[in-house]
């Protein structure tokens, strides 16, 4: 049944390297069960409800994707976009987390639609690959200023916006220690290690009796208090548009850079370098985030840490669905999730950044025009506490500064189209 499915021998794999990946795969991502509750319940969301739809969201997404797109790619509710949902559209914006759950679900089917007609390739290949490198390095700054701030490591000042935290509080200084073993850990290819970082700090917090302790292991908590609660009607606001269009923009960009990119290191790209089902493969992750957002969680996405099950040798959805079973599983450890404390997350919010930030060092440097609205993309989204206006300035910068330059023509039209939405928005919402 697993040969007509997968299709194990045509791929050069076998069911214990598939079992292997999924479990390397998952150790990999497992964070996410820890973090994304943490960052949405500041919103009001019930945290236990939230580790359930994580663990659902994540085990539906990872299952379709490998059942219907055959491809050894998990899925689960992405970082970034958790923080743009929690921090920016109810923290900043001040819309309910049931409207941002509408806005989410909205996305997804504006990526269905995408998907299913064949939009895709203009939309992404029109976005100049500079814009992609900010909005990812962006989102990875985004995160670190969250993490700091989440372990007390910077503070608000009247003088100065921010400034250093208190050292001599545990927090911190547990925050740092926690950051530096996961460093350590995956300098040193150890699987899992940032989850071992954040149990490695959640048992120093707990010892120290800073955190409570309730148990690891139980039913799963009740979903009812997220579980359909979206509200669609609030997510057609005139204001929710460009925070649909921002979660839009971030899936279609997230989704495809990862499925390319862990297809090429797994060798399953075509002779023309593309991926074949890559229709099925978006299609996967666009329902993913319409369930999640029916489930109760912010967007859901294609993880790139699903490269670390390829690299021991996974190649079919096998590996996907064996991750999809572990998310099933942890469903059954609520408590200890409970349990992990913020200083225990952040320092996987700024492991993270350090990933996401790497991408200006691919930016054209030789080339101002470029990398300037890239870079003014990615200082703006931490600086201004929000996705969204890093996004708008790196699409306004860049039309404008090329303009400016003579180079006009170089803009395409989609950039134009963006451009001329966000600026629509701060004119007159």
């Not at 976009?81 to 914006?93: E, H, I, S």
């Not at 390095?137 to 993490?147: E, K, S, V």
């Not at 911190?172 to 970082?197: D, H, N, Q």
């Not at 890093?390 to 003579?406: D, E, N, R, T």
Request: net charge neutral; glycine share 10%; hydrophobic share 55%.
């Amino acid at each position: 049944m697993l040969e007509r499915l997968f299709q194990l021998q045509a791929h050069g794999t076998n069911i214990r390297t598939e079992l292997v990946a999924g479990l390397t795969t998952f150790l990999t991502m497992a964070y996410i069960v820890f973090v994304n509750p943490e960052i949405l319940s500041g919103t009001g969301m019930s945290r236990d409800a939230v580790f359930v739809a994580t663990c659902l969201a994540a085990a539906l997404g990872s299952a379709i994707m490998g059942l219907y797109a055959n491809y050894p790619i998990a899925l689960a509710p992405g970082m970034g976009l958790n923080a743009y949902f929690a921090f920016t559209v109810v923290g900043q914006l001040g819309y309910s987390w049931q409207a941002a759950l509408g806005a989410v679900f909205l996305s997804g089917c504006l990526f269905i639609l995408v998907s299913l007609f064949r939009l895709r390739e203009w939309v992404v290949n029109a976005i100049p690959r500079a814009i992609k490198f900010g909005i990812s390095a962006g989102i990875g700054l985004f995160l670190a200023i969250i993490g700091f701030q989440n372990a007390g490591l910077i503070t608000a000042n009247p003088a100065t916006l921010v400034s250093l935290g208190d050292l001599h509080q545990p927090g911190p200084v547990l925050a740092l220690a926690g950051f530096a073993l996961i460093v350590a850990l995956e300098a040193r290819r150890v699987p899992g290690g940032v989850v071992i970082g954040i149990l490695a700090v959640t048992l120093v917090s707990i010892l120290l009796g800073l955190t409570p302790f309730t148990g690891i292991a139980s039913l799963p908590p009740s979903l009812s208090p997220t579980l359909f609660q979206l509200d669609l009607t609030g997510a057609f606001n005139a204001g929710l548009l460009a925070v649909v269009l921002t979660f839009f923009l971030v899936e279609v960009f997230d989704a495809s850079g990862t499925l390319i990119g862990v297809a090429h290191r797994a060798g399953l790209l075509d002779a023309d370098g593309k991926l074949p089902r890559i229709r099925r493969a978006l299609l996967a992750d666009s329902l993913a985030i319409t369930a999640g957002a029916t489930l109760g969680t912010s967007s859901t996405t294609a993880y790139i840490e699903s490269a670390a099950g390829t690299a021991v040798g996974g190649r079919t959805g096998l590996t996907a669905v064996v991750v999809a079973a572990l998310f099933l599983l942890a469903l059954f450890f609520s408590p200890l999730a409970a349990a992990v404390p913020a200083c225990a997350t952040a320092p996987a919010l700024l492991y993270v950044a350090v990933l996401m930030a790497r991408g200006l060092a691919d930016l054209p440097w030789d080339d101002s025009s470029e990398t300037a609205p890239a870079v003014l993309c990615a200082i703006t989204m931490p600086l201004t506490y929000s996705i969204a206006h890093g996004i708008a300035a790196g699409f306004i910068g860049y039309a404008a500064i090329k303009s400016l330059a003579g180079r006009g023509r170089e803009v395409p039209v989609a950039v134009w189209v963006i451009a001329a939405v966000f600026v629509a928005k701060f004119i007159w919402l």
